[in-house]
């Protein structure tokens, strides 16, 4: 045997846990990037599993963070209305007077125009006394219908699935530990098998062997390292030596923490859900539900001169005039809400619902979390692994045979 020959043989366990590793990283890598389709559509190209099932992924989340994890309902439950009406007091003042002032100009302008500068101040005190109210009306009117104005679910998955690497590190960084793991298993299940590879190429000498192991090499170590994340679901003794359980399932404390960590953080925010009620899907009834609130103000504040009123104005400018301050009223909410958002995240606590929620979940409910990520497309990942293998596997034939 030369040296040649022995340095080919010595070798083959290496490059058989080169190409476990390098297998591994690339499934990983093509997981997640690139974020938008690269090549010749439709075929010639790729993008991310992850990204071009956005809405997929998204959707999957959402429904198993909404149904296990997190109720509208009962979390929205937990604000009280008369403290976000004090936490938004000045901010709300200020935008009455501006949209007093605004509607008055537009609809009554040469009444408003005669009013001293000290009628126009009572006027504009009296709506605002009674601004406070309207809120804390309006804020309880939303928490007892908060399946009618919030649809978390639309709010979730179009967050997610518009901000693809929001949705990569959704899955990324939760499961740092398990990738790596992946690639570890990479290089050591293919070092393994490149002894076997080595004992078989010398009692064969086929030139078939080298392909073929490269394909098992690649194949068998993505799958059985996807297969290691997530089973057993509870800790099992093989041998009677190595006790296993799945990654994902034993680190079920830490994944809480950094899902509960994420959701709170980047999903289920309160510049989202103020977002998601003025213009989500059924953010119509918002409008309706502050609509009756100012229609009442305003009739309120015009009171026994309300008939003169009318008839300075006609019966549908007036009521123009209080649908268009209800729609001022919408414009100001984003401002509004801002001031109570320290508070409004205290008292939800997302975060920490979260958590405890997913610590209570059986095995395979916490198992669903992130296994939608990998199963539907995983066969691709393992297929891209045997597909590397293959041709390392006919690199060393040709280093054998040349």
């Known amino acids: 045997m030369s040296w040649h020959d022995l340095a080919v043989y010595v070798s083959m366990p290496f490059i058989a846990a080169v190409v476990g590793y390098v297998t591994k990283r690339v499934a990983i890598k093509m997981m997640f990037e690139p974020i938008e389709f690269v090549g010749i559509k439709p075929v010639l190209g790729w993008q991310g599993i992850l990204p071009k099932n956005a809405e997929r992924m998204a959707a999957t989340a959402t429904d198993t963070l909404i149904n296990n994890l997190l109720s509208p309902r009962e979390v929205v ?51 605002q006394a009674e601004a406070p109210k309207i ?91 996807l297969k290691m994340i997530f089973f057993p679901r509870e800790p099992k003794r093989y041998l009677g030596l190595v006790t296993w359980q799945g990654l994902f399932q034993k680190r079920r404390e830490q994944v809480a923490a950094d899902y509960g960590d994420l959701i709170a953080r980047e999903v289920i925010t309160v510049p989202n859900v103020v977002e998601e009620v003025l213009r ?44 268009a301050a209800a729609a001022k009223a919408i414009e100001h909410i984003p401002a509004a809400a801002r001031s ?11 975060r920490n619902t979260i958590v405890e929620r997913m610590t209570k979940l059986s095995p395979t409910e916490f198992e669903g979390i992130l296994r939608p990520a990998f199963r539907q497309d995983e066969w691709k990942l393992i297929t891209v692994g045997a597909v590397i293998g293959f041709l390392v596997g006919e690199l060393q034939v040709l280093l054998l045979l040349g």
């Open 77 to 127: 439950a937990r604000l009280d209305p008369e403290r976000i009406a004090r936490e938004v007091e000045q901010p709300l003042l200020h935008a009455v007077e501006a949209i007093t002032r605004e509607v008055m100009s537009q609809y009554q302008p040469d009444l408003w125009e005669m009013l001293p500068g000290a009628a126009q101040r009572l006027l504009i005190r009296q709506v």
């Open 280 to 323: 989500g899907p059924k953010s119509d009834r918002l409008f309706t539900l502050i609509q009756n609130e100012v229609q009442r103000s305003v009739d309120a504040q015009t009171g026994l001169v309300k008939p003169f009123v009318v008839a300075a104005v006609g019966s549908r400018r007036y009521q123009e005039m209080k649908v």
């Open 135 to 225: 809120v804390k009306n309006l804020l309880a009117e939303i928490i007892e219908d908060i399946d009618g104005v919030l649809d978390i679910r639309h709010m979730a998955v179009t967050n997610l699935s518009r901000d693809k690497v929001l949705l990569n590190r959704l899955i990324r960084d939760i499961a740092k530990p398990e990738f790596r793991f992946i690639a570890r298993c990479g290089t050591y299940f293919g070092f393994a098998l490149g002894l076997v590879q080595l004992g078989v190429w010398a009692l064969t000498h086929q030139p078939l062997i080298m392909p073929l192991f490269g394909l098992l090499v690649g194949w068998f170590t993505d799958w059985l390292a």
């Open 340 to 350: 109570a958002e320290h508070y409004a995240e205290d008292a939800l606590d997302v």
